[in-house]
């Protein structure tokens, strides 16, 4: 199968970490995309990752471990622009599979 | 402005009628996408073209649907006799196409189309 599974939702405070987690079950990806989406706008890229570690940038850091089908986005000093869904994706040659996304909500 | 456009930009709709949207890639982009997304819903995958050619269609897409990219660059996504359960964001993607590891794609706006 090639099911993805992230939170739907999760509240966190401005300034703060916080780590949306995202696990899958599927044979035959090759990477793993996180894309950010703000409401009523098209996903933007955000990170890829096709090999086991972590992947830094700037305030977003993004983990994969291929053998435990398990990735996490890592968003640190949070700002009210960070608000958003957070979409897990997997990557085929060809193709990409999206999860459901994870709605961040930002407080104050 | 060199990114993925589409237009329109919204649309709607009577039960029934035809509606046709655009998207032109990035130019110099080979492979381009199409995708349905539901409210709280990620973007579930309808097809895609590696230059002019329709290599894959989704189940999602019925006969109603059809899409086009002629010469291999702007592409066509026409819904025939349209259904209130065709009213989403329909959004279009396109990347490289690097047979590598990989091949980020890149979103237009979308259209947002509401049946009545």
């Known amino acids: 199968g090639q099911n993805i599974d992230q939170p739907t939702e999760m509240t966190a405070t401005e300034g703060a970490i916080v780590q949306i987690n995202c696990t899958y079950q599927t044979s035959g990806f090759n990477g793993l995309f996180w894309y950010q989406q703000h409401a009523g706008e098209a996903p933007t890229f955000l990170s890829y990752n096709v090999l086991d570690g972590l992947e830094e940038k700037g305030r977003f850091s993004s983990f994969l471990s291929r053998s435990k089908g398990y990735s996490y986005l890592l968003l640190k000093e949070l700002q009210m622009k960070d608000s958003a869904s957070y979409l897990c994706?997997?990557?085929?040659?060809?193709?990409?599979?999206f999860g459901k996304g994870t709605r961040l909500h930002i407080l104050p | 402005d060199t990114g993925v456009s589409q237009n329109p930009r919204h649309k709607i709709t009577k039960r029934g009628q035809n509606v046709t949207f655009r998207c032109d890639p990035i130019?110099?982009?080979?492979?381009l996408y199409w995708y349905r997304q539901t409210l709280g819903q990620g973007p579930e995958f309808l097809t895609y073209?590696?230059?002019?050619?329709?290599?894959?269609k989704s189940r999602l897409l019925s006969d109603r649907f059809s899409a086009e990219r002629p010469k291999g660059s702007f592409s066509t996504l026409e819904i025939q006799r349209t259904e209130q359960g065709d009213s989403a964001m329909y959004l279009c993607?396109?990347?490289?196409?690097?047979?590598?590891?990989?091949?980020?794609?890149?979103f237009g706006p979308g259209t947002r189309l509401t049946v009545l």
């Open positions: 993607a396109s990347s490289q196409g690097d047979r590598g590891q990989k091949d980020t794609q890149y």
């Open positions: 994706v997997g990557g085929r040659d060809d193709k990409i599979i």
């Open positions: 130019s110099e982009h080979n492979r």
């Open positions: 073209f590696q230059n002019e050619a329709q290599l894959e």
